[in-house]
């Protein structure tokens, strides 16, 4: 699996085009990783010589809480259902 930028995918990026990405992505070692399906990626130019990697129009680390989010309710619910479901009954 991918994970990550490659130099080629960098480069398009630093020079104002926006990238298909589909593969892993974290903002540092630290951050959790999340798998990215077919996004767009994105570098905005901020305040004075400041860049923005973004995903789907929002900030990589705002994408990525949200995506952990997503994860921990879909799991969540999920657990609901299993723990509803006492067998079968006919």
């Known amino acids: 699996m991918e994970h990550g930028l490659n130099e ?3 480069d398009k990026l630093v020079h104002g085009q926006a990238l298909k990405f589909r593969g ?3 903002v540092d070692k630290r951050s ?3 798998w990215a399906e077919s996004v ?3 570098i905005v130019k901020m305040a004075k010589d400041k860049l923005q990697l973004t995903i789907e129009q929002s900030p990589i680390a705002l994408w990525i ?6 994860t ?3 799991r969540q619910i ?3 259902k299993m723990s509803n479901h006492h ?3 006919l």
């Open 65 to 70: 809480k949200q995506q952990v989010e997503r």
């Open 78 to 80: 999920e657990e609901q």
């Open 87 to 89: 067998g079968f009954h």
């Open 40 to 42: 767009t990626a994105h």
């Open 24 to 26: 892993y992505l974290q």
């Open 8 to 10: 080629e995918q960098t």
């Open 72 to 74: 921990k309710q879909e």
């Open 32 to 34: 959790p990783r999340v």
